[in-house]
Nanobody, 118 residues
């Protein structure tokens, strides 16, 4: 099992910034992806950003140029810096870890509310 502990988020005004962190613990492999998703308006969560063990990053279209993801492999921690926040960024953000070895494995954090006020 893997446990994810999220921190950060909250309330911010339009144009402001927020930082997230997520620490993973438990039975983790040596290579895995860490990232953030948000609930979005449909039933499927949408990608915010993901970073792989080799440092390769993938961002959601809305996140490019505004959000920055990083990770500390020694601490199994992922960080997300969000800037130039807009009201449409208001959502619940979820930390995620995933890997494909002996099947696909995926774990989610409990979610953190972000509210951007105008």
């Amino acid at each position: 099992q893997v446990q994810l502990k999220e921190s950060g988020g909250g309330l911010v005004q339009v144009g402001g910034s927020l930082n997230f962190s997520c620490a993973a613990s438990g039975n983790l492999p040596s290579i895995y992806a860490m990232g953030w998703y948000r609930q979005g308006k449909g039933n499927l969560r949408e990608l915010v950003a993901v970073i792989h063990s080799d440092g390769n990053r993938v961002y959601g279209v809305f996140a490019k140029g505004r959000f920055t993801i990083s990770r500390d492999n020694a601490k199994n921690t992922v960080h997300l810096k969000m800037s130039s926040l807009e009201p449409d960024d208001t959502d619940v953000y979820y930390c995620n870890v995933a890997w494909a070895r002996e099947g696909f494995h995926e774990y989610w954090g409990p979610g953190t509310q972000v509210t951007v006020s105008s």
